[in-house]
C-alpha cells in the first residue's frame, strides 16, 4: 500500500476523503481504509513508558544488536485502532453464514467460551503433577467415555492435534499391528470420494494409496472395490459420509471384504455430524475412527485452529494407541485419574503434552449441555439444512448426484458455465451479498464443485436469504456474466491477482 500524499488543493483532498469515506460498507456507516502500521509509524512516537534505570545492560557485547530494529514507532491509540479496524474487516461465523463444505463452520456456543477460561482449566501447566490436575485429567477421561459412547468404538486417544494428524496416528496404528503379525503390506486403497488428507497420511506412514474410482451414483460398490483388494492391502480409508455429502450403503460388506483379506478399515469421520445419535460406526466394522472436535463439536477454528483430532480403535488396535493413556483406579476410596505410558506395543507420542486441553474443554462442555437427545437433533438439523438448500437451488445449478443429501449437498457450475461463469466467478460474487463462498473445487470428481455445508445452527430465514443470493447470482450469469467477471465489487478488497500474488511474494517491509 503506497503513503497518501497531501494535496494542496482542498477540494481534491475533501474528494479524496469523501471516497475513502464511502467505501463499502460506507453506505450503512462508517468505513476506513487502514493504512499498514509502518506507514501510521511516526519517529519518536511510542505507546510505552519505563525507566532505563530498570533495563538489564549486561548482555555480552556479541549478543547486542549492532542498530535498532526496524519497527514502527506508534502511540497506544495508533495500535488500538489499527488492529481494530483490521479486525472489522473480518468474516467469521459470529458475523454472518459461512457454508464451507466439509469443514462444519457451526456456530460456538458461549458458553464453551466460559468453561474453557475456568482458571482451573486456562491455567493450568501441562507439567503440573497428575495429583492436583485431578479435575483436568476426569475431564478428559469423561469425554473419551462420551465419545466412546457417540461411536461404538472400545478406545481411544485425544492427542492429535488436527484431523490429519489423526488420520496419520491411524495409518500408523494400522501399520503397527501389521509388522507385531509380520505382515508386510504395502497398499491402502482410497475411493476417489475420500478426504483429500487422506493420500498424504498414507505416504507419511510409508504406504502406496491406491485410487478406487467411485460408480456413478457417487459410492464404493463392492464390485469396485473387488478389482483392487489383494493380500497386500494393509487398510482401506473411507469417508463416510463421503465428500459429495452421500452415506455409503455398503460399507458393512465393504469391511468385511477387506477383513477376509486380512486388512484393516479406517474412517474418516471429519463428516460425523452427519451420523450423531442415528448409527454407530463402530458397528458397521470399522476399525479406526478420528474425530474433528473443532467441527462436530463446537470448538472454533475459522482462523485455522487449534483443532483436536482424537482417535477411536477397536480392541484389535487398542496396543498400539500413543501414549500416554488416561487411566482411572482407587486410590483412598476415591477414583483417581493418571496419564500412564506402560505400553510396549504404543506407537509413541503425537505430541510434547496431552492434546489441545483447551478444545477438549469446549468439547466436552457442548456434548454435556446438548446430552443424548440434544446430539440426535443435532443431526437431524444438519440432514433437514442440507435437503432445503439442495432442493431451492436444483435446477437452477447442476447437481451431479441424484442421491439424497446427508449434511452437505454438492452443486457445479455446469448450467452457468454455458454464459462464461465459472464456479469462481459465483463465488467471489457471493461476497457482494454478505456471505462467505461455499468450498469451491472439491471433491475433485465434480468438475467446478460448489460444496455447500449449512450446519444444523443456520435458522430457515438465513438459509433462505443465501439461496436468494445464490438464485439471484445465477439470473446475473445470464443476463451481465461481466458482473460476475469482475466480482467482488463491495468487499474492502476487490478481485485480488492471486496468481501474482504467488510469484511476487513480499515477506519484508522496507519502507
Given at each position: 500500500?503506497?503513503?497518501?500524499q497531501?494535496?494542496?488543493?482542498?477540494?481534491?483532498?475533501?474528494?479524496?476523503?469523501?471516497?475513502?469515506?464511502?467505501?463499502?460498507?460506507?453506505?450503512i456507516?462508517?468505513?476506513?481504509r487502514?493504512p499498514?502500521?509502518?506507514?501510521?509509524?511516526?519517529p519518536?512516537?511510542?505507546?510505552?513508558?519505563?525507566?532505563?534505570?530498570?533495563?538489564?545492560?549486561?548482555?555480552?557485547?556479541?549478543?547486542?544488536?549492532?542498530?535498532?530494529?526496524?519497527?514502527?514507532?506508534?502511540?497506544?491509540?495508533?495500535?488500538?485502532?489499527?488492529?481494530?479496524?483490521?479486525?472489522?474487516?473480518?468474516?467469521?461465523?459470529?458475523t454472518?453464514?459461512?457454508?464451507?463444505?466439509?469443514?462444519?463452520?457451526?456456530?460456538?456456543p458461549?458458553?464453551?467460551?466460559?468453561?474453557?477460561n475456568?482458571?482451573?482449566?486456562?491455567?493450568?501447566?501441562?507439567y503440573?503433577?497428575?495429583?492436583?490436575?485431578?479435575?483436568?485429567?476426569?475431564?478428559?477421561?469423561?469425554?473419551e467415555?462420551?465419545?466412546?459412547?457417540?461411536?461404538?468404538?472400545?478406545?481411544?486417544?485425544?492427542?492429535?492435534?488436527?484431523?490429519?494428524?489423526?488420520?496419520?496416528?491411524?495409518?500408523?496404528?494400522?501399520?503397527?499391528?501389521?509388522?507385531?503379525?509380520?505382515?508386510?503390506?504395502?497398499?491402502?486403497?482410497?475411493?476417489?470420494?475420500?478426504?483429500?488428507?487422506?493420500?498424504?497420511?498414507?505416504?507419511?506412514?510409508?504406504f502406496k494409496?491406491?485410487?478406487?474410482?467411485?460408480?456413478?451414483?457417487?459410492?464404493?460398490?463392492?464390485?469396485?472395490?473387488?478389482t483392487?483388494?489383494d493380500?497386500?492391502?494393509?487398510?482401506?480409508?473411507l469417508t463416510n459420509p463421503?465428500?459429495?455429502?452421500?452415506?455409503?450403503?455398503?460399507?458393512?460388506?465393504?469391511c468385511?471384504?477387506?477383513?477376509?483379506?486380512?486388512?484393516?478399515?479406517?474412517?474418516?469421520?471429519?463428516?460425523?455430524?452427519?451420523?450423531?445419535g442415528?448409527?454407530l460406526?463402530?458397528?458397521?466394522?470399522v476399525d479406526?475412527?478420528?474425530?474433528?472436535?473443532?467441527?462436530?463439536?463446537?470448538?472454533?477454528?475459522?482462523?485455522g485452529?487449534p483443532?483436536?483430532?482424537p482417535?477411536?480403535?477397536?480392541?484389535?488396535?487398542?496396543?498400539?494407541l500413543?501414549?500416554?493413556?488416561?487411566?482411572?483406579?482407587?486410590?483412598?476410596?476415591?477414583?483417581f485419574?493418571e496419564?500412564?505410558?506402560?505400553?510396549?506395543?504404543?506407537?509413541?507420542?503425537?505430541?510434547?503434552?496431552?492434546?489441545?486441553f483447551?478444545?477438549?474443554?469446549?468439547?466436552?462442555?457442548y456434548?454435556?449441555?446438548?446430552?443424548?437427545?440434544?446430539?440426535?437433533?443435532?443431526?437431524?438439523?444438519?440432514v433437514?439444512?442440507?435437503?432445503?438448500?439442495?432442493?431451492?437451488?436444483?435446477?437452477?445449478?447442476?447437481?451431479?448426484?441424484?442421491?439424497?443429501?446427508?449434511?452437505?449437498?454438492?452443486?457445479?457450475?455446469?448450467?452457468?458455465n454455458?454464459?462464461?461463469?465459472?464456479?469462481?466467478?459465483i463465488?467471489?460474487?457471493?461476497?457482494?451479498?454478505g456471505?462467505?463462498?461455499?468450498?469451491?473445487?472439491?471433491?475433485?470428481?465434480v468438475?467446478?464443485?460448489?460444496?455447500?455445508?449449512?450446519t444444523?445452527t443456520?435458522?430457515?430465514?438465513t438459509?433462505?436469504?443465501?439461496?436468494?443470493?445464490?438464485?439471484?447470482?445465477?439470473?446475473?450469469?445470464?443476463?451481465?456474466?461481466e458482473?460476475?467477471?469482475?466480482?467482488?465489487?463491495?468487499?474492502?478488497?476487490?478481485?485480488?491477482?492471486?496468481?501474482?500474488?504467488?510469484?511476487?511474494?513480499k515477506?519484508?517491509?522496507?519502507?
Amino acid at each position: 500500500m503506497k503513503k497518501s500524499q497531501p494535496s494542496p488543493d482542498n477540494s481534491e483532498t475533501s474528494s479524496q476523503l469523501k471516497d475513502e469515506l464511502n467505501a463499502f460498507p460506507g453506505t450503512i456507516g462508517h468505513a476506513f481504509r487502514e493504512p499498514l502500521i509502518f506507514e501510521r509509524s511516526r519517529p519518536g512516537r511510542s505507546g510505552y513508558s519505563f525507566s532505563a534505570e530498570n533495563v538489564d545492560v549486561s548482555l555480552p557485547k556479541e549478543l547486542r544488536r549492532s542498530a535498532a530494529p526496524l519497527l514502527p514507532e506508534v502511540s497506544e491509540p495508533d495500535v488500538v485502532r489499527h488492529y481494530t479496524r483490521l479486525s472489522q474487516w473480518n468474516f467469521s461465523i459470529d458475523t454472518n453464514f459461512y457454508p464451507l463444505g466439509s469443514c462444519t463452520m457451526k456456530y460456538n456456543p458461549k458458553v464453551n467460551e466460559e468453561v474453557a477460561n475456568y482458571v482451573g482449566f486456562a491455567h493450568a501447566h501441562p507439567y503440573l503433577p497428575g495429583e492436583i490436575a485431578q479435575g483436568n485429567l476426569e475431564l478428559m477421561y469423561q469425554l473419551e467415555q462420551a465419545l466412546l459412547a457417540i461411536t461404538g468404538m472400545d478406545a481411544i486417544t485425544l492427542q492429535p492435534a488436527a484431523g490429519a494428524h489423526g488420520e496419520l496416528a491411524g495409518i500408523l496404528m494400522i501399520k503397527a499391528y501389521h509388522e507385531a503379525h509380520q505382515s508386510q503390506r504395502k497398499k491402502v486403497l482410497i475411493p476417489d470420494s475420500a478426504h483429500g488428507t487422506n493420500p498424504a497420511s498414507c505416504a507419511m506412514a510409508g504406504f502406496k494409496a491406491v485410487e478406487i474410482k467411485t460408480g456413478k451414483e457417487g459410492i464404493l460398490t463392492p464390485e469396485a472395490l473387488n478389482t483392487v483388494l489383494d493380500d497386500d492391502v494393509a487398510a482401506i480409508m473411507l469417508t463416510n459420509p463421503n465428500t459429495l455429502g452421500i452415506f455409503e450403503p455398503h460399507i458393512k460388506e465393504i469391511c468385511q471384504m477387506v477383513h477376509d483379506k486380512g486388512g484393516l478399515v479406517y474412517c474418516d469421520g471429519a463428516n460425523l455430524n452427519a451420523l450423531l445419535g442415528q448409527t454407530l460406526i463402530g458397528e458397521m466394522g470399522v476399525d479406526v475412527l478420528h474425530m474433528n472436535l473443532h467441527k462436530t463439536f463446537t470448538t472454533p477454528h475459522g482462523g485455522g485452529g487449534p483443532g483436536a483430532g482424537p482417535v477411536a480403535v477397536k480392541k484389535v488396535l487398542e496396543p498400539y494407541l500413543p501414549i500416554p493413556r488416561i487411566t482411572k483406579r482407587e486410590k483412598d476410596g476415591q477414583p483417581f485419574y493418571e496419564l500412564s505410558e506402560d505400553r510396549p506395543q504404543s506407537i509413541g507420542r503425537l505430541q510434547s503434552f496431552y492434546g489441545n486441553f483447551g478444545i477438549l474443554v469446549r468439547a466436552y462442555t457442548y456434548i454435556r449441555e446438548m446430552g443424548a437427545a440434544g446430539l440426535k437433533q443435532v443431526s437431524d438439523g444438519a440432514v433437514l439444512n442440507a435437503n432445503y438448500i439442495r432442493k431451492r437451488l436444483e435446477g437452477t445449478f447442476e447437481l451431479p448426484y441424484k442421491q439424497d443429501s446427508m449434511h452437505e449437498v454438492v452443486f457445479s457450475d455446469k448450467k452457468q458455465n454455458a454464459f462464461g461463469v465459472k464456479t469462481m466467478n459465483i463465488a467471489k460474487r457471493l461476497m457482494d451479498y454478505g456471505f462467505h463462498p461455499p468450498t469451491v473445487y472439491f471433491p475433485l470428481i465434480v468438475a467446478g464443485a460448489l460444496m455447500i455445508e449449512p450446519t444444523e445452527t443456520e435458522s430457515k430465514e438465513t438459509l433462505d436469504k443465501f439461496c436468494d443470493a445464490m438464485l439471484q447470482i445465477a439470473k446475473e450469469a445470464e443476463t451481465q456474466p461481466e458482473l460476475l467477471h469482475e466480482a467482488p465489487h463491495n468487499t474492502q478488497q476487490k478481485l485480488l491477482d492471486e496468481a501474482y500474488a504467488v510469484k511476487n511474494l513480499k515477506l519484508r517491509y522496507r519502507p
